[in-house]
């Protein structure tokens, strides 16, 4: 069920071939079978947000899998769509190397994001960093991407001021996710430990210029990677991109799932000693994925309702 796109031609396992024009304005259906496989994934993800709200029922590795691993498949699947196996494949190996690269230089160092260190709760680890942190870039890195891509109305080969706006953008979208969900698991979950704690919910904001920088610097590699290598036919139907902001908007519904009452400690502590009542920031993680991940998902849901802006791309809407 792997797609690869050859020239004009989509092929898709079990599907055989479909005939793809690039400069044609018809719009190409979504395959059945793609379509499937990612609906599926958004639901195996979103079914993962649910059972969070029970951790004690569920073994921690398997619940931090289920939140790594669909978006991760789902982003290869998207991506090969639109990008070609050559060109989503490099996406998810900057997302992987560089996320690692500069988290093991935090952790060890403390710069970009500020002194850490990772605790046992998400598995195996790289040298000094979580295998599924690593992955977790990747996932969500390229609905950030999608969304950005689609707010800029950028559909296209990006060429000009795009290849630097894209980026941009695409990092704040990548930065609401961390910002809604760092407290949570780094204060309340003990995924890692922020040595000083930190003025947001035990975090200290260095954390998020350094995910601002980490994430930037992904983007900015793969647009430039782009500015030589033309993408596949960008001519998918008006639900191939829907689903990636549905998939985005999914993850900022579970957090919102994160404010309904359940079995627990109602304060919790960071390293400075500082206390932090968990429902404040439950309550803080919901607001900022209703306004802050929500806004940039109905923007790009906007973008997306028109079926003929999609044909024409860089077309005005």
């Given at each position: 069920m792997v797609p690869a796109v050859c020239g004009g031609v989509v092929q898709v396992s079990g599907l055989g071939e479909l005939s793809v024009n690039p400069s044609s304005s018809k719009v190409t259906e979504l395959p059945f079978v793609i379509n499937l496989a990612l609906s599926t994934l958004i639901v195996i993800y979103a079914a993962a947000r649910v059972?969070?709200?029970f951790p004690a029922k569920f073994p921690m590795l398997a619940l931090v899998s289920l939140h790594v691993l669909p978006p991760l498949v789902f982003s290869f699947i998207h991506g090969a769509l639109f990008y070609r196996i050559r060109g989503i494949v490099t996406f998810l190996a900057l997302g992987v190397i560089v996320g690692n690269i500069l988290e093991n230089l935090g952790v060890r160092t403390g710069f970009p994001f500020g002194h850490y260190y990772f605790t046992e709760?998400?598995?195996p680890k790289l040298l000094v960093v979580p295998i599924m942190l690593g992955l977790a870039y990747t996932g969500m890195a390229y609905l950030s991407w999608t969304l950005a891509r689609l707010i800029l109305r950028e559909l296209r080969n990006l060429d000009g001021a795009n290849v630097l706006f894209v980026p941009l953008l695409a990092s704040c979208i990548m930065v609401a996710w961390?910002?809604?969900m760092d407290p949570i698991w780094a204060t309340v979950l003990h995924g890692w430990i922020w040595l000083q704690g930190g003025?947001?919910?035990g975090v200290p904001a260095t954390n998020f210029l350094g995910w601002y920088l980490t994430v930037?610097?992904?983007y900015q590699l793969f647009a430039l990677y782009l500015r030589r290598t033309p993408v596949g036919?960008?001519?998918w139907p008006s639900r191939y991109w829907r689903l990636a902001v549905i998939f985005y908007g999914v993850s900022a519904t579970g957090n919102i799932l994160l404010t309904i009452p359940r079995a627990?400690?109602?304060v919790v502590y960071d390293p400075a000693g500082t206390a932090w009542k968990v429902s404040n920031i439950t309550a803080a993680s919901a607001s900022v994925s209703i306004f802050v991940m929500g806004a940039f998902a109905l923007l790009?849901?906007?973008?997306?309702k028109d079926r003929n802006s999609i044909i024409r791309g860089q077309g005005a809407v």
């Open positions: 059972l969070q709200i709760l998400m598995g961390d910002f809604s003025v947001y919910f930037y610097i992904i036919p960008t001519r627990g400690p109602t790009a849901w906007i973008r997306v």
